[in-house]
């Protein structure tokens, strides 16, 4: 029978299907959203809802599915992609793993001590009438989180899942002593378990409330601790680390949070200013600069005309898309990537690459994972 893809659109998602005769038998969403990537805004093609039915599987519907995606998303002009997937099969089509994922346990009674200090703060469900501060407050604190996604403040509407596909997610706004609010959180909607997803206040001497609101959800739920499922280096969970604490971090080998790069040159052309930036407080910030990248996506020329005296720097690097994306990404360093025999770089690049990347610690919050 005779099998065709079909595209459907609906509003920022797009549904591509693998239709035999008049049934769907595979299909797959692409999110069109946007990401930061050194501080700058990229468009993101987010692939999720991978699957094929049953009776279907083994034909390589998927594998169909996932190679037009790709020229699909390259085609809409989208930047990068991002997926959460499993293992072993993403990599078919230049997905890399990128995202890390983190857990921060904490003891209920280590937590309670947070009630010293805590300050004239009370807290609310979250509202309608709040999505808008919590948009604001979380793009605000993401502005320089690597593959943090950027939420739309008129269209944010909640969180849309807990710290997993099975968990709904509940929240509430937390308040000063003259009824303003100066902070949020969300966490899984249990009755036994304290596990946070987000946590932000304006005012970082607000920390303390929220430690100790999750401190007393646990006791109400007979919880001996308390997770955070944050960014390692967030504000809150810096503050955290006072009262004691254990992280777990994950990095998958092929699987989890994987990304890979689409569109290259208009990557780097969003990039630029950034990446002119970042010369500033260098030995280069006199020279003028010339990087060129050549990957299997194709050839990007960086060049930087600085005026100074001192001799211009140049420099090739010759790399795969997939170690360019963990690079660019910050998941890797530029001296890790170097030592891979899979790359070569001649000039001023190695000194270069240092300069441009490194810094980040890229991060995708759980309530946005889709």
């Not at 997803?197 to 739920?221: C, G, H, Q, S, V």
Request: hydrophobic share 35%; proline share 2%.
């Amino acid at each position: 029978m005779t099998t065709k893809i079909r595209t459907r659109i609906n509003g920022d998602q797009h549904v591509l299907e693998v239709v035999q005769g008049a049934e769907s038998v595979s299909q797959l969403t692409v999110l069109d959203a946007t990401i930061r990537v050194l501080g700058t805004s990229v468009r993101m093609g987010g692939i999720g809802g991978v699957g094929t039915k049953s009776e279907h599987r083994m034909k390589g519907h998927a594998r169909r599915l996932l190679e037009e995606a790709v020229r699909y998303m390259t085609g809409l002009g989208q930047d990068v992609s991002m997926l959460f997937g499993i293992p072993d099969f993403y990599d078919k089509f230049g997905f890399v793993p990128c995202l890390p994922s983190h857990c921060v346990h904490i003891a209920t009674r280590d937590a309670e001590r947070a009630a010293e200090g805590a300050g004239d703060y009370s807290t609310r469900p979250i509202g309608e009438n709040d999505y808008g501060f919590v948009a604001r407050l979380y793009n605000e604190d993401n502005r320089n989180r690597a593959a943090s996604l950027v939420r739309d403040e008129r269209s944010f509407r909640g969180f849309h899942k807990g710290s997993n596909f099975r968990t709904q997610a509940a929240g509430f706004i937390l308040e000063d002593g003259n009824g303003r609010s100066v902070g949020y959180a969300a966490f899984d909607d249990s009755r036994t378990e304290v596990n946070v997803i987000e946590a932000n206040a304006a005012d970082p001497r607000a920390f303390r409330a929220l430690l100790y609101e999750f401190a007393k959800m646990a006791i109400d739920r007979r919880a001996g601790y308390l997770e955070l499922y944050m960014a390692c280096e967030h504000p809150f969970v810096r503050f955290a680390r006072r009262y004691g604490c254990q992280v777990q971090s994950t990095y998958e080998r092929m699987g989890g949070g994987m990304m890979r790069i689409l569109n290259q040159g208009s990557l780097f052309r969003k990039l630029r200013p950034a990446l002119r930036k970042r010369l500033d407080y260098t030995e280069f910030n006199r020279r003028s600069v010339k990087l060129t990248i050549e990957t299997d996506l194709g050839t990007t020329k960086l060049r930087f005309n600085n005026q100074g005296s001192r001799p211009a720097a140049a420099g090739v690097v010759r790399l795969g898309q997939d170690k360019l994306t963990q690079l660019v990404i910050g998941y890797r360093s530029a001296d890790d990537l170097l030592a891979d025999s899979g790359v070569a770089a001649e000039g001023d690049a190695e000194a270069l690459l240092k300069v441009f990347f490194g810094g980040q610690e890229p991060y995708v919050w759980k309530a946005d994972e889709f």
